[in-house]
Nanobody
Framework: QVQLVESGGGLVQAGGSLRLSCAATDGTFSINDMGWYRQAPGKQRELVAVSKVGDTTNYADSVKGRFSISRDNAKNTVSMQLNSLKPEDTATYYC?????????????????WGQGTLVTVSS
């Protein structure tokens, strides 16, 4: 069963940096979009950054110039460098991918999510 495995969250002071990483496990045939969403307590999940097929990247306005997404298509991984972190960046960050995966013995087009990794920025 394919999974997205995340790492890299933690506690950091305002102005600091973190790097989040995400890898799709065995069972991945091809990925279209791969990126990161986040959800702060009491708020809706929002797009942070996405790497689209064809190497186009999109960022939320709130993180432009501070966050940078990168992707390794050969390894089915995506990473995001978070710089100049602010307390309002505190949230659970979720890796996202859509593409073709092997699930329960069949090949399917799916949108899949990681379990989430918590980023806490103290003021």
């Amino acid at each position: 069963q394919v999974q997205l495995v995340e790492s890299g969250g933690g506690l950091v002071q305002a102005g600091g940096s973190l790097r989040l990483s995400c890898a799709a496990t065995d069972g991945t045939f091809s990925i279209n979009d791969m990126g990161w969403y986040r959800q702060a307590p009491g708020k809706q999940r929002e797009l942070v950054a996405v790497s689209k097929v064809g190497d186009t990247t999109n960022y939320a306005d709130s993180v432009k110039g501070r966050f940078s997404i990168s992707r390794d298509n050969a390894k089915n991984t995506v990473s995001m460098q978070l710089n100049s972190l602010k307390p309002e960046d505190t949230a659970t960050y979720y890796c996202y991918a859509d593409g073709v995966f092997l699930v329960s013995g069949s090949v399917q087009y799916l949108e899949i999510w990681g379990q989430g990794t918590l980023v806490t920025v103290s003021s």
